[in-house]
């Protein structure tokens, strides 16, 4: 009876905990939440994000299904391969269920109570008592890191983090257990991690992962006892966790084999290479602080003094989760935590350090030898996100600092130990406390006492002479309130353990501190989740209706972002409302744009070169004010839109044609040529001599993103240009046989026409693409059936 009391407990507990958490991120939540009309702001996916979402959502309910190419964004671009957003990650079923930004709030308002439920997993997984790991999920539930990227809009990287604890618990239980239905739940969880397309949060939580591992294999595993024993032992733990990752590529292939096969024909900035790039974005030195003080060096949106560009989040972990963290780690070198849990607190304390070092970037050595030792790392920028996993680190040492308090509450009902005994595992437990917590407890008593003369010290002595930031009189005024909250929260959790391990106050009192540290995480996330009216962010304007009734397909439209005060469109703002643009904002570009536009400036280019305006069939022209020249045909908020004169038509013959062998020379002669359609420029190909100089015309028949069919009259068999973007996997169809694609003034499409009327027709096709997507299915019915084998050998096991 007694362990079936037990086990209710347990049970009740989790449900609980889930219950609290769900309603938390109501109340979190509850100005979107109640209000159907309004949406979550995110900087980033207002209007980057959100547009490439509409346009996948439009094209599966128009039957069409998942589109490989997308002509809204710098004249055309590969669709799947330059990761558009979490168009394959489980939750975007949402988008096909609600309005599209109803959807992406829901995702994450759904990924926040997540943030609990699986922090609760976490701590269980590792087998922690229930209110320890309700310790766990609390501290997670609304972590400071993970939340505040509510203000960016960035989803894909909430969600990677997100789904950190789930991995580390089920490797865990995968290395204790040894079964590898854990293992085939970590490659689930990898591949949703990887269709969150935030491929950057993802690399740091696979290596967070391997690093545990490695601690467990060298450190936690029993040392075989039998000749038999090293398989066992070491070789399958190794296999199953290579299987996993291997898994989990295979399952992500659809996401991963399109991002691959793009690389080589696309471009970066000149300044995206080499160790500075890769240090770039790394966490401030001075901002260490923001752990526990977020508002020294400014945490308010607008308040933010220190030395990145741009702050939209904060690093807070909460001074209850902290304080806590702190106990786990002193109780690492005491006796109130068994053997194997004083090693994971060790190695979540070293991992912890290594990840905040690393995060730092070149102000430490760790990142510079991860850069030095690591595939991917040049590539990779922004080392600060490897606090991802340090906010999961730190909530499971919360976690077994609860531990700690309990497992000496319970030593001491079992144990009539001398009154010295308890003094001395008082001091061992003690001096680790005092060491950590108390540099932490003096900032945040000078923060009460002389908010102002803190900021002024870390101005002072943390940043050269004349700083041009200073702090804010706001950004002084929140620093009071987050010293009171951190000695506050530091006393309540010290407090509560310290009376809960010697039987002064009833374990109930966590139910107190967590909710006085989920109430501190509040106020500071609170303020990076802001709503905002649906229409008034995302309804067309006059200008916008003026592009629906004039422009036709093929024709485009350059908003051009320069240095103006007035704002205009941001890149892919119009990309929402379905308006192909010649420019756009992603991180790739074709080679052929790229070489053509001079480089990742499509808006400086279109500027220096006019001819690349007609090339690209450039029809319309909007600009933050009014122009010299003729009338604009629609105004919206500053925004004139104006009609230009076609003067190269979206398919034509040119007159004459001219070949070129190499690159460099295509580009120098397309941007010398004025008329392209008197002379149009070719490049050479090995196979093939100079096609012929025709005369006729064409036009567009439909134009859908992945597929263009054109009806073509050739008086005279020859070359015929379009104004589409040139890749190799476009292919060509005249009359149904395949035809040879030319790339015709740098980055177009020509195909050579005999004489005639002809159906010429244009589909983008990628066998990979269809090849990785039954690899995935395929994986995932394997992992699926490897998990129901192993639970049914269990259930087996169980019975007899």
Known sequence: MRVNATAGCRSSTVWWFLGAAALVTLLFYRDFIFHPERLLFGSD???????????????????????????????????????????????????????????????????????????????????????????????????????????????????????????????????????????????????????????????????????????????????????????RAYVR????????????????????????????????????RGYEFAASWALPPQELTAFFLPDLIGSLPGSYWGRNPIKLHTEYLGAVPLALAILGIS??????????????????????????????????????????????????????????????????????????????????????????????????WSWPVLLLGGPILLLGAAAVLNPRGLANFALLSWYPDGWPRQPSAVSVAALRLNGLFLLAGFGLAWSAAWGVARHRLGTWTLMVVLAFGIMDLWRVDARYLRVQDADAALATDPVVEALYENAEPGERVWAPNLADPTPNYRPNQLAYYGVSSASGLQKFLLRPYARLVGGI??????????????????????????QEGPESIAEANGRHLYELSAELPYAYFPAGIEMVHDTVAAVTRTLEVSDPARLTIVEAQADGGAPATGQGSASLVDHEPDRLVLEVVADR????????????????????????????????????????????????????????????????????????????????????
């Open 45 to 231: 996916m207002l209007f980057e994000g959100i547009s490439l979402r509409r346009f996948y959502v439009d094209e599966v309910l128009a039957g069409r299904g998942v589109p490989l190419w997308v002509p809204h964004v710098y004249g055309g671009m590969p669709f799947v391969a330059i990761l558009p957003g979490p168009i394959f990650y489980p939750s975007t079923i949402l988008y096909f269920l609600l309005p599209l930004h109803r959807a992406i709030g829901w995702t994450f308002v759904l990924h926040t109570f997540l943030n609990g439920a699986f922090g609760y997993f976490l701590g269980r997984s590792f087998r922690l008592r229930p209110a320890s790991a309700a310790v766990c999920g609390a501290s997670f539930l609304l972590a400071g890191y993970v939340t505040s990227h509510l203000f960016g809009g960035q989803d894909g990287r909430m969600f990677t983090m997100t789904l950190i604890p789930l991995a580390l618990g089920l490797l865990n239980r995968g290395l204790e257990r040894n079964e590898f239905r854990w293992f085939a739940g970590l490659a689930f969880v990898i591949a949703a991690q990887t269709f969150s397309a935030h491929v950057q949060m993802m690399y740091f939580s696979c290596l967070a992962l391997a690093a545990f591992f490695v601690y467990h294999v060298a450190f936690r595993l029993p040392r075989p006892a039998s000749a038999e024993a090293p398989w």
């Open 237 to 272: 733990p190794f296999a199953w966790f290579a299987l996993a990752n291997v898994a989990a590529v295979l399952v992500a292939a659809p996401q991963f084999v399109p991002t691959l096969t793009i690389l080589e024909h696309v471009t970066r900035a000149a300044g995206e």
């Open 331 to 428: 109780a690492g070198f005491g006796r109130s935590l068994g053997r194997d849990q004083r090693r994971v607190v060790w190695f979540l304390a070293g991992a912890g350090t290594l990840g905040v070092l690393f995060a730092l970037g070149a102000a430490t050595p760790v990142h510079r030898i991860a850069y030095a030792l690591l595939p991917m790392m040049s590539s990779l920028r922004a080392p600060s996100m490897m606090l991802g996993p340090v906010t999961v680190f730190v909530a499971l040492l919360a976690a077994y600092g609860w531990e700690a308090a309990l497992n000496r509450r319970a030593a001491a009902a079992a144990t009539s130990d001398d009154e010295t005994g308890r003094h001395a595992a008082t001091r061992r």
């Open 601 to 626: 400036m499509p808006d400086e280019g279109l500027l220096r070169h006019p001819v690349v305006r007609r090339l690209l069939n450039v029809h319309y022209l909007i600009t933050p004010g009014a």
């Open 717 to 800: 068999g020859g070359l015929l240009a379009v104004s589409e973007i040139h890749h190799e996997r476009w292919k060509a169809f005249l009359d149904g046989e395949e035809a040879v694609v030319w790339r015709v003034n740098t980055a177009f499409r020509g195909v050579e026409i005999p004489a005639g009327r002809h159906e010429l027709i244009f589909e983008y096709r990628s066998p990979s693409f269809g090849f990785s997507v039954w690899v995935s299915l395929l994986t995932m019915v394997g992992l699926i059936v490897s998990i129901l084998v192993s639970w049914r050998r269990r259930c087996r096991g169980s019975e007899a």
